[in-house]
Nanobody, 119 residues
Framework: VQLVESGGGLVQAGGSLRLSCVVS????????MGWYRQAPGKQRERVAL????????NYENFVKGRFTISRDNAKNTMYLQMNNLKPEDTAVYYC?????????????WGQGTQVTVSS
């Protein structure tokens, strides 16, 4: 499985960005998809999750009401719409896919895309 993120950039506080993650390769056994972020000097943290069918989503409290995760199965793409961005949202954002084949769990990550929010 290969993941390619795009859509990061520099934006002022209160602005918006939409991140995209194109998923390719063998996605049989796809179990979970999500976005994570890592700010300088901090551990990577989960931002939002979505089920493979897009029917269920979950958000961390610090993005609830501001970010929306979605996916377009026809385009094999997952999105993260980020509104009302804050300086503390500055981080490298990564998309993540988990597949399960029997007893084995496979964890895939994209290369990351930088989001910088200026005050």
């Amino acid at each position: 499985v290969q993941l390619v993120e795009s859509g990061g950039g520099l934006v002022q506080a209160g602005g918006s960005l939409r991140l995209s993650c194109v998923v390719s390769g063998d996605t049989i056994g796809l179990n979970a998809m999500g976005w994570y972020r890592q700010a300088p000097g901090k551990q990577r943290e989960r931002v939002a999750l979505i089920t493979p069918d897009g029917g269920s989503t979950n958000y961390e409290n610090f993005v609830k009401g501001r970010f929306t995760i979605s996916r377009d199965n026809a385009k094999n793409t997952m999105y993260l719409q980020m509104n009302n961005l804050k300086p503390e949202d500055t981080a490298v954002y990564y998309c993540n896919v988990v597949t399960i084949h029997g007893p084995t769990v496979y964890d895939y990550w994209g290369q990351g895309t930088q989001v910088t929010v200026s005050s």
